[in-house]
């Protein structure tokens, strides 16, 4: 079973070849997309950003999961039964807490294996990994962290709103701490689709990466 995992340097929407990628994968399945998202005041307002451009392809069944609020039993429930997930962004840490240290993490991995299309946004997208890699600029000590990702991918680090954050310094101290790991710097309005592992397609603005210690721009 192919898997399918696509990474945005920002917040939604899905750039436009990506929102199409997904939405093909998806339909196939028949089933709710699921939106798992840190609750915050007003956030019902925000979901048509996530949803629309799915929707004008013909997606239009979403469960909405805000975290904590909702009961990890319920949010098992319907990934269990989703044919699309979707992470939002926010405060990475907060999604780690919610998500990656708790038993929703296995299930959105086991979901990915049997080729559920994975969808993360900003912390979304940073929670991924093996390995969530966290910028100063994304937490309130303002230093580098680094913490367990739901393991989606491996050998990889990301830096999100690259160059809207300048945050290049914090990509190089990711990229020499795990010197044999693939790096990536993707800015907003940005997609990279991994397939199987394996980077496939890159949609929207501009993504970079580390080589020899020389940034390269690579899409």
Known sequence: MDRHLYLFGG???????????????????????????????GWEQY????????????????????LPTTPIKEVIQCLTHSSGIIIGGGNTNLYADYIVESTIS????????????VAGFSAGALIS????IISPKDNEWNEFQQRKGIGLISETVIAVHFSQWDDEDHLRKAASKYSHYKNYGIDEETGLYFLNGCLEDMDGNSVYRLEKGILLKIH
């Open 11 to 41: 917040g939604p929407p899905f750039t436009k070849n990506m929102a199409k990628q997904f939405t093909q994968i998806s339909l196939k399945l028949n089933q709710p997309v699921s939106i798992l998202f840190v609750e915050r005041d």
């Open 47 to 66: 979901m048509p950003k996530y949803t629309q451009a799915l929707e004008e392809l013909g997606l239009n069944d979403f469960y909405f999961l805000p």
């Open 106 to 117: 296995n299930k959105i991995k086991e979901c990915y294996e049997r080729g559920i299309p």
């Open 129 to 132: 990994p093996e390995l969530c």
